[in-house]
C-alpha cells in the first residue's frame, strides 16, 4: 500500500469543510495543515487532531514552502474558502509544489481559468475541482439513457431550488457579489453544470429575475430547454410542503417527469476525491462550461419572460 497522501485545506471553519475531511480520511490519506481566519475548527479533532493550524495566510504560506524544503511538502491543497480567495488560493497551491482541489465555482470569471491552465504549465502540478453531481449514481444513469436514447429532439425541463437561509446570508460574503458571484454562482453553479454535462453545450441564455435572493432564467442547451430558478426565500417553497414545516425544495423535471435524485449525497465527495487520487478528477477544462454560464447569468441584461419561457413558479409573479 503506498504512503499516505499529505493534504492541507483552506476554509477550514466553512460548512463544506467537514466534508472535505471526511474524504481526506475515508481515502487513507492525512490532513497535515489547515487555515482560516476564524477559530472555531474544533471539528478537525474528529477527524486530524494532530494537523497544524494557522489563522494567517503568510504564515500556512511559509509553513508550506518550509515543508517543501524538507521534503514533506503537500502533495494536495483542498480549497473551501470563500469563492473569492479560490484563485489565490490555487496559486498559493501550485507554487507549494502541490495539486490544488478546490470546490466549486473554481473561479468566478472565465478568463481566470487560462491563466491557471498556464501556471498548471509552469509548475507541473494540477487543478481539480469539485463536481460531485457528476459521480451520482441516479444522474450516471440518466446520462447513460440519453446518450443512447441520441439526437431525439430537445428536452423540456424545470429546474426548481429553494434553500431557504436566515437574514447571515446576505450579511456573510455569500450576500456580496464581488465576493460569492452572486445567488447563481453561489448555489447554482453545480447545478449548470449537470445541465450541460446532461443536455450538452449552452446555445442561448435569459436572465430573467436577478436578485439577492431570488434569480430565474432560461436555457438553451443543444439537447434541452430549460427554465430554471434558484432561491433563498423560503416563500418561494411551494405553499402544500410550506404549511408542513419545509423550508428547502428541490426539483428538476424533463419532460413532465421528476428526475429523482434527492438521495445518495452522502459520499459524493469521498467519490470525487477517489478520482482525482487515480488522475481521474475533473479539471478546469471540465468545469469551463459552467463558469461560462453563471457569469453571464451574472453580467446579461435581464429580460421579460415568455409564456413558455417562464418558470412555472413564478408565473404568478
Known amino acids: 500500500m503506498s504512503d499516505p497522501k499529505r493534504f492541507g485545506l483552506t476554509g477550514a471553519s466553512g460548512y463544506i469543510a467537514p466534508r472535505h ?5 475515508e481515502t487513507g490519506n492525512v490532513l497535515v495543515a489547515a487555515l482560516d481566519p476564524f477559530d472555531s475548527v474544533g471539528i478537525m ?18 509553513y508550506l514552502y518550509d515543508a517543501r524544503r524538507r521534503g514533506q511538502g503537500l502533495d494536495y491543497l483542498s480549497i473551501c474558502s470563500p469563492n473569492h480567495l479560490h484563485d489565490p488560493h490555487i496559486r498559493m497551491a501550485l507554487r507549494a509544489g502541490a495539486d490544488a482541489l478546490c470546490e466549486k ?11 491557471l491552465q498556464e501556471i498548471e504549465a509552469e509548475t507541473g502540478q494540477r487543478v481539480w475541482t469539485i463536481l460531485q453531481l457528476r459521480t451520482h449514481a ?16 430537445q428536452k423540456e425541463v424545470d429546474l426548481s431550488y429553494v434553500t431557504s437561509r436566515g437574514t447571515w446570508y446576505l450579511r456573510s460574503w455569500k450576500g456580496r457579489v464581488e465576493e460569492s458571484g452572486g445567488l447563481a454562482t453561489n448555489i447554482g453553479v453545480h447545478f449548470f453544470d449537470m445541465l450541460t454535462w446532461l443536455f450538452g453545450d449552452l446555445h442561448h441564455v435569459e436572465v430573467h429575475q436577478r436578485t439577492d435572493t431570488l434569480a430565474s432564467g432560461y436555457l438553451e442547451l ?23 414545516g419545509q423550508r428547502t425544495y ?3 423535471t424533463m419532460d413532465g417527469q421528476e428526475i429523482e435524485f434527492s438521495e445518495g449525497f452522502t459520499d459524493l465527495h469521498t467519490d470525487v476525491y477517489r478520482r482525482t487520487l487515480a488522475g481521474q478528477g475533473f479539471s478546469l477544462e471540465d468545469t469551463r462550461g459552467a463558469i461560462e454560464t453563471v ?9 421579460t419572460p415568455t409564456l413558455t419561457t417562464a418558470h412555472p413558479l413564478l408565473t404568478h409573479a
Open 21 to 25: 475531511m471526511k474524504a481526506i480520511k
Open 45 to 62: 479533532d474528529s477527524y486530524f487532531p494532530a494537523c497544524e493550524f494557522f489563522t494567517q495566510p503568510e504564515k500556512f504560506e511559509g
Open 105 to 115: 465555482p473554481i473561479v468566478l470569471n472565465p478568463g481566470d481559468l487560462d491563466a
Open 138 to 153: 441516479a444522474l450516471v444513469k440518466l446520462k447513460a439513457q440519453l446518450e443512447a436514447e441520441g439526437a431525439t429532439g
Open 222 to 244: 443543444e439537447r434541452a430547454r430549460v427554465r430554471w430558478m434558484l432561491a433563498i426565500d423560503e416563500t418561494l417553497v411551494p405553499e402544500g410542503l410550506r404549511a408542513k
Open 250 to 252: 428541490r426539483s428538476i
Open 295 to 303: 457569469s453571464r447569468i451574472r453580467t446579461l441584461p435581464l429580460v
